[in-house]
């Protein structure tokens, strides 16, 4: 099998360069198809890899040293075990799913940049395979680095329009701080271990100090703030909806946002050993679930109202890891992928019948336009709300227990952001499908369900979120019945040795999950009542909804203490250091040097005589120097 491993980054990658290189002369059915079969193929080989791993264990494929410098020894290898498999078939499921979808939304684009489109999007899955699959940091730190190179690309993607420059411009700066924190973390280990790969480093963590740990795991999280947009560098992430869609969907359900979780999770023992840190990790996910959760209340772009959802949804697996549970927070990213794919493809649906309107107060009544987009997101918001059996349902409900059993504080305002999840999620459904249609009569006119390469991936999602938890059913509900738990247990047995199991009564379990419900389903039912008839007003919001309408004013505290000040700065040495300092002094000695040539230039005058009486001169200057030189010199002794 491992002949098979390198096969899974290599499809992509011939992808990328196939439609990259002739993106000016395929037709557009051969880029589509090229794309979305380089991606199939990754996903067929993964599986095969997958079944192979579940039956007899990791796979490690070694091709050659990537460094080798004195005792430093950083091989480019893959390692494809448990947690790494798993996320191969979720990045290749639902990449191929987005591909599909693709090739029906992006068909307006003219063919160079619809190869563009594919080509990037290849390059995109690609790296976020060679991120998963790496056998140590660094190999994970060159994959980190490229999904977050492609996000820059994708998102500004419709590069003529500069709003959406400046949003991909902020996705990579402020990705790059973290990115920072990532590299020091990899740089620590060097100096300590004199190794990265993953199985050397945690045979050798009895030489690293409790000291050492704390800050490489902090060091490595704040990689993780970054690439999975938590607090304080989230804001990259909404503004990422400048992108296509699909993009949208890919990056917030199968890509980038997903790294941190991994990455955390395969550094699990190193974490475990931490208690500071991991306390952090779930101060910070639990303050991003709920911070983003309030924003999204507010939001009426449909992209917008996503978009803080997969903030707040990576805070709590953020929270999941910070109490331990590694589990349970790889469970709710494989949750999260279908039901956020299927929720920002079913947005794409509405956008792409709305002729491109992202405003839901413009929208309402698609219920009877779009069938198959109206059942397909209403089952999504179904189980990003956590109603059982959906998949979010057992994903969430496993976080929230391990974090009553840290603190049951982080237990109740997990909730609380569960139920705020609720409300902002029927919210949409109800403002989108229901009630009467709100926008013009040109868009009425042209409303239509989207064709079938938008809605085979809608429909397929919506299966999974409908059945994805039942991988993961609690023991509360039947003894060893949750499968991924024990598929996993091989990735974090280390870590489950090191902590003390504290597990609730079956009976408080089960109230605790039956309180939470009924809440979900009462807040459901709140949220219908009061927007499945909302009428378009022109009243603006006012006191703390215009707060949270204008998200908390982040960005412009940002704008106020970073970014103005930056420019001020850069101001400064632009227009005073180079233009009036550097620039004045070169060209300064460049004036001068062209005004004297301009003088000396009128003795040249072309008049013989006027040269003839400048030669007689200069001899009788030069004759009457040497006859006077002693006298002068005499002279000057005298008055000096």
Not at 54 to 67: D, E, L, P
Not at 126 to 145: A, K, P, Q, R, T
Not at 413 to 434: E, K, W
Request: with cysteine.
């Amino acid at each position: 099998m491992n002949n098979l491993v390198f096969l899974v980054p290599l499809f992509p990658l011939i992808g990328f360069l196939i439609n990259g290189l002739g993106r000016k002369s395929l037709a557009k059915q051969a880029i589509g198809a090229i794309g979305s079969a380089s991606i199939l193929a990754s996903f067929v080989v993964s599986i095969i890899l997958f079944l192979q791993v579940k039956s007899s264990g990791a796979i490690i494929a070694n091709y050659f040293n990537f460094i080798d410098v004195a005792s430093l020894k950083i091989p480019f290898a893959f390692q494809i075990d448990q947690l790494s498999s798993l996320f191969l078939l979720i990045i290749t499921g639902i990449g191929f799913l987005i591909h599909l979808y693709s090739t029906a939304y992006m068909t307006d684009e003219e063919a160079p940049h619809y190869a563009r489109y594919f080509a990037y999007l290849n390059l995109f899955v690609f790296s976020m395979l060679l991120l998963v699959m790496g056998g140590n940091y660094v190999i994970m730190f060159i994959g980190w680095e490229g999904v977050g190179l492609c996000s820059y690309l994708l998102i500004g993607f419709w590069f003529k329009n500069d709003a959406y420059n400046y949003a991909a411009k902020k996705a990579f700066i402020m990705n790059r701080i973290g990115d920072l924190g990532f590299l020091l973390a990899v740089f620590w280990l060097i100096n300590k271990l004199g190794t990265v790969t993953y199985g050397e480093v945690f045979a050798n963590i009895g030489k690293l100090s409790h000291q050492d740990i704390t800050i490489i795991t902090a060091l490595l999280f704040v990689g993780a703030m970054g690439k999975s947009a938590q607090l304080p560098l989230y804001t990259w992430l909404p503004d990422a909806m400048a992108g296509p869609t699909p993009v949208s969907a890919l990056i917030h359900a199968a890509t980038m946002v997903t790294a941190g979780i991994y990455m955390v999770s395969r550094s699990n023992l190193l974490y475990t050993l931490a208690p500071a840190t991991q306390g952090f990790i779930a101060i910070i996910g639990l303050a991003t679930a709920l911070f983003a959760a309030t924003i999204a209340l507010k939001q009426n772009d449909i992209k917008k109202v996503l978009a803080y959802s997969t903030v707040s949804q990576l805070g709590y697996m953020f929270l999941g890891l910070g109490v331990g549970a590694y589990t349970g927070a790889v469970f709710h990213v494989m949750t999260h992928a279908f039901f956020k794919a299927l929720l920002f493809l079913g947005a794409g649906s509405v956008i792409h019948a709305m002729h491109h309107e992202q405003d839901i107060r413009k929208m309402g009544g698609l219920k009877k336009y779009l069938p198959i987009t109206n059942i397909t997101f209403l089952l999504g918001c179904l189980a990003i709300a956590g109603v059982p059996p959906f998949s979010g349902f057992f994903s969430k409900d496993e976080i929230l227990a391990a974090a009553y059993e840290k603190n049951p504080i982080l237990y109740f305002l997990g909730v609380a952001g569960a139920l705020m999840t609720t409300f902002y999620m029927f919210r949409l459904y109800a403002m989108t499908f229901l009630g009467k249609f709100r926008g013009t009569h040109e868009q009425e006119h042209h409303l239509h369900e989207s064709p079938s390469a938008m809605t085979i991936p809608l429909t397929v999602l919506a299966i999974l979120a409908v059945v994805g938890g039942f991988i993961g059913i609690p023991e509360v509900f039947a003894k060893d019945s949750h499968w991924l738990e024990s598929f996993l247990a091989p990735v974090f047995a280390g870590s489950k040795a090191l902590t003390e199991q504290k597990v609730s009564s079956h009976s408080t379990e089960l109230m605790m999950m039956g309180v939470v419900t009924g809440l979900v389903l009462v807040t459901i039912a709140i949220t219908w009542n009061k927007f499945s008839k909302y009428e378009a007003t022109t009243t603006e919001e006012t006191g703390l909804g215009k707060v949270l309408e204008n998200k908390w004013y982040i960005d412009e505290l940002y704008n106020a203490i970073v970014v103005n000040p930056l420019d001020a700065l850069a101001g400064f040495f632009k227009n005073v250091i180079e233009k009036s300092g550097i620039d004045g002094i070169v060209n300064g000695v460049g004036t001068f040097i062209n005004y004297s040539s301009r003088q000396l230039r009128l003795i040249q005058s072309g008049q013989v005589g006027a040269y003839i009486l400048m030669m007689v001169l200069s001899m009788l200057g030069i004759l009457l120097l040497w006859i006077n030189d002693s006298t002068i010199v005499h002279f000057l002794h005298k008055i000096f």
